[in-house]
T-cell receptor, first 115, second 115 residues
Framework: AQSVTQPDIHITVSEGASLELRCNYS??????LFWYVQSPGQGLQLLLKYFSGDTLVQGIKGFEAEFKRSQSSFNLRKPSVHWSDAAEYFC?????????????FGKGTKLSVKP | DAGVIQSPRHEVTEMGQEVTLRCKPISGHDYLFWYRQTMMRGLELLIYFNNNVPIDDSGMPEDRFSAKMPNASFSTLKIQPSEPRDSAVYFC?????????????FGPGTRLLVL
């Protein structure tokens, strides 16, 4: 079955430290991949997406993600975390033949930032 | 643009009561999605519309749930009768098209508590 796994439910990092959030997917073929962020009391906002080409994708707010086919992973990274990055992060996938109605989300990783 | 608008932002009701959630998508967007977010199940797609027509309602949990889109600028999600297990955050999202390459824009959500 198609699934998205975010193994870390909650991560705490210090402000200025680097960040990596993990995402693994299970799919019949390489899907399209997305990262969304949800700030407290807000809806989800798209950070970045991967369809093809360069496996290192740049997004908004200084985030990037790297697609690794061999590991079925699409990890999100940021070199230096800011206090405003505290939020919940969701990885999502959709099949290449599918529409947006088939988006599958992971359970999310909550990021806390220490001063 | 004002973005996707949802109302109410918070709803507290008693078991057995009818609940109606409302959504105004971004003007010009042809696709509208209703999601439910819970701790246990994460973010789930309930139903989505294209040009006001329901395309896939397979995510609607049971007959107590119904959704309508009478025009391009308004959609409702109704629960009748409501049950405590319906307590969740309900998101509406809209998109210019159904292509998986298109970004979904989320509203702030309605936090529903059924006592």
């Amino acid at each position: 079955a198609q699934s998205v796994t975010q193994p870390d439910i909650h991560i705490t990092v210090s402000e200025g430290a680097s960040l990596e959030l993990r995402c693994n997917y299970s799919y019949g073929a390489t899907p399209y991949l997305f990262w969304y962020v949800q700030s407290p009391g807000q809806g989800l906002q798209l950070l970045l997406k991967y369809f093809s080409g360069d496996t290192l994708v740049q997004g908004i707010k200084g985030f990037e993600a790297e697609f690794k086919r061999s590991q079925s992973s699409f990890n999100l990274r940021k070199p230096s975390v800011h206090w405003s990055d505290a939020a919940e992060y969701f990885c999502a996938v959709v099949g290449r033949g599918g529409s947006q109605g088939n988006l599958i989300f992971g359970k999310g990783t909550k990021l806390s930032v220490k001063p | 643009d004002a973005g996707v608008i949802q109302s109410p932002r918070h709803e507290v009701t008693e078991m057995g009561q009818e609940v109606t959630l409302r959504c105004k998508p971004i003007s010009g967007h042809d696709y509208l999605f209703w999601y439910r977010q819970t701790m246990m199940r994460g973010l789930e797609l309930l139903i989505y519309f294209n040009n006001n027509v329901p395309i896939d309602d397979s995510g609607m949990p049971e007959d107590r749930f119904s959704a309508k889109m009478p025009n391009a600028s308004f959609s409702t999600l109704k629960i009748q009768p409501s049950e405590p297990r319906d307590s969740a955050v309900y998101f509406c999202a809209s998109s210019p098209s159904g292509s998986h390459q298109e970004t979904q824009y989320f509203g702030p959500g309605t936090r529903l508590l059924v006592l």
